[in-house]
């Protein structure tokens, strides 16, 4: 079945300590994305990828860091300069033409919980 | 600026219909979506609709948008316990070369009997 996989889904973090999170797609899209859940508030997007070897910082990059090396794989590192981390983390990708006007359909994954001990 | 608006709760008994209500800012916006959330997943496309639309219907969903007071409203119809979760609002902007959604922050839809 195509889809996206995240992991872990739950994942606890020690003060100074960086984590990873993991997201994988095997539906051949382009483009990826990370995004940040807070209770009460949207999606808040922290760095998308539109193709391999590249990718921008979205709205709120500092302290997370991101690598794509391969086109299916997009891990988030949550590094200790982000001083607030305690969030729900969600992947999504989409079939993404860069500049066009087109339907960009995303597809997440099921989310990681990140909680400081 | 980017800014996409909900209301937070709703709460409607089971079998009534459910309107969920949206305000956007992007007026160059050319597709508004509505994802669902269940708890402790991600989101779900539940429809999207066309800016040069008025109106899309989905079996027991109907989308409505109003493009000159910038304003899109989901309608759940015979609305079900399976229907309880949170419902995102989203739009797309082109910025950076590529379109970028903007989302609201979600109104949760409870479902009593």
């Known amino acids: 079945d195509g889809g996206i996989t995240q992991s872990p889904k739950y994942l606890f973090r020690k003060e100074g300590q960086n984590v990873t999170l993991s997201c994988e797609q095997n539906?051949?899209?382009?483009?990826m994305y990370w995004y940040r859940q807070d209770p009460g508030q949207g999606l808040r997007l922290i760095y998308y990828s539109q193709i391999v070897n590249d990718f921008q910082k979205g709205d709120i990059a500092e302290g997370y860091s991101v690598s794509r090396e391969k086109k299916e794989s997009f891990p988030l590192t949550v590094t200790s300069a982000q001083k607030n981390p305690t969030a729900f983390y969600l992947c999504?990708?989409?079939?993404?033409?860069?500049?066009?006007?087109?339907?960009?359909?995303?597809?997440f994954g099921s989310g990681t919980q990140l909680s400081v001990l | 600026g980017e800014d996409v608006e909900q209301s937070l709760f709703l709460s409607v008994r089971e079998g009534d219909s459910s309107v969920i209500n949206c305000t956007y800012t992007d007026s160059s916006s050319t597709y508004l979506y509505w994802y669902k959330q269940e708890p402790g997943a991600g989101l779900q496309l539940l429809t999207y609709?066309?800016?040069?639309?008025d109106m899309k219907q989905d079996q027991r969903l109907t989308v409505l948008l109003n493009k000159k007071d910038k304003h899109l409203s989901l309608r759940i119809a015979d609305t079900q316990t399976g229907d309880s979760a949170i419902y995102f609002c989203a739009e797309s902007m082109f910025s950076g070369g590529y379109n970028k959604l903007i989302f609201g922050a979600g109104t949760r839809l409870a479902v009593h009997p």
């Open positions: 539906l051949n899209h382009d483009a």
């Open positions: 999504a990708s989409s079939i993404q033409a860069r500049g066009s006007f087109g339907n960009e359909k995303l597809f």
């Open positions: 609709i066309f800016s040069n639309m």
